[in-house]
Every structure is written in structure tokens, then in C-alpha cells.
């Protein structure tokens, strides 16, 4: 099967676009962390080990799953007593449509993606691939007004589907968070 253009994960505008991801070691606090996402308005932080190797991630849920929930101090909290570790990640080279599948069918919002040396390049969230889904849906959405049954189906209606299905969209991906 041929590869379109912009199906690895490289290809994607975001990858070169996307800010750095923030690191930080699983010895350091939570409160160190919380300071810099907040800061950056970011959602999550990679934990690398010494060699700059992914080996946990720490998000908004599991601070407040793991830290509030449990009164833990972030002052005093360490990043791996509430990290997720062993994240799954994809390479740069992987294919965007895998891993928007994946990550809807495992329910998992952010994707750490790294290059062949298992160092950090950028996080990729769903958002991200939302952009990837519409050029396939209207595609999708011309192929099925062409089909026999569709015929008199007027561009408004088709307009006025892929309005709602960007709003079901939005919500499903609200009802995740």
C-alpha cells in the first residue's frame, strides 16, 4: 500500500511546528513540574532518564488523581510516585493513521514521539490529529453523495453533516478529558 504525503508522523505540520516538550527526571519534585506546565500552558511533562530516554509521563489527570486526590505535597512529591511509566511512544517514522486509532481505542490523549535513539521530539495530542481527519472525511463524505442512493443530496446537507460531526467530535473528545 503507497504512503500518502503526510502520513508519518514527521510529515505532520505540528511536528516541526509543536514548542519543545518539557523534561524533567523522575527524581524531581511535582511542584517544579506544576510551576513550568503552568507557565507554558502545557498539559503534561516527559521523564527521561539520564540519557534523555523516555521512561514516564506525568499529566494534569495524574496530578490530580495521584497528588490531590491522595494529599500528597507536591513540594515533597517525587515525579515518579506519579508518573505513568513506560508511556507508550511512537517513532517519527510511524504512520499518523496507526496511532490515531490507537490512541482512540486504548483512550490515551498524548503521544510522546521519539526519534531512533528513544530521545524525545515533540507530543502529539488528539488534537493534533484532528486537522489529519478532515481532509479523509470530506473525501469520505463526497464518495457516499456520489453513490447512487445519495443522488439529489444537496452541499448543504453535506455542509451542515461535517458542522455536525465536528461538534461530536469536539464533544467526544471533551466527554475523554
Same mark, same amino acid.
Given at each position: 500500500?503507497?504512503?500518502?504525503k ?27 513540574? /506544576? ?9 503534561? #511533562? !516527559?521523564?527521561?532518564?539520564? *540519557?534523555? &530516554? =523516555? %521512561? ?45 486509532? /490507537?490512541?482512540?481505542?486504548d483512550?490515551?490523549?498524548r503521544?510522546? #514521539? !521519539?526519534?531512533?535513539?528513544? *530521545?524525545? &521530539? =515533540? %507530543? ?45 467530535? /469536539? ?7
Open positions: 500500500m503507497e504512503m500518502r503526510g502520513g508519518y508522523l514527521f510529515d505532520r505540520p505540528e511536528f516541526k511546528t509543536k514548542p519543545k516538550s518539557i523534561t524533567s527526571l523522575a527524581k524531581d519534585k511535582v511542584s517544579k513540574a /506544576i510551576e513550568v506546565m503552568a507557565e507554558k500552558n502545557y498539559g503534561s #511533562v !516527559v521523564i527521561v532518564d539520564s *540519557k534523555d &530516554k =523516555v %521512561i514516564g509521563i506525568v499529566t494534569e489527570r495524574d496530578i490530580v488523581k495521584k497528588l490531590v486526590k491522595n494529599n500528597m505535597s507536591p513540594k515533597t512529591t517525587k515525579l515518579e510516585d506519579i508518573m505513568t511509566p513506560n508511556p507508550r511512544v511512537a517513532n517519527e517514522n510511524d504512520d499518523v493513521l496507526d496511532w490515531l486509532r /490507537i490512541m482512540s481505542n483512550r490515551f490523549r503521544l510522546p #514521539v !521519539v526519534d531512533a535513539e528513544g *530521545k524525545i &521530539k =515533540v %507530543i502529539f495530542t488528539q488534537g493534533d490529529f484532528v486537522s489529519y481527519t478532515w481532509p479523509d472525511l470530506i473525501y469520505q463524505a463526497s464518495q457516499l453523495a456520489k453513490a447512487s442512493f445519495m443522488k439529489g443530496f444537496s452541499l448543504n446537507t453535506l455542509l451542515i453533516m461535517m458542522f455536525v460531526y465536528g461538534i461530536a467530535l /469536539i464533544a467526544a473528545m471533551k466527554a475523554i478529558l
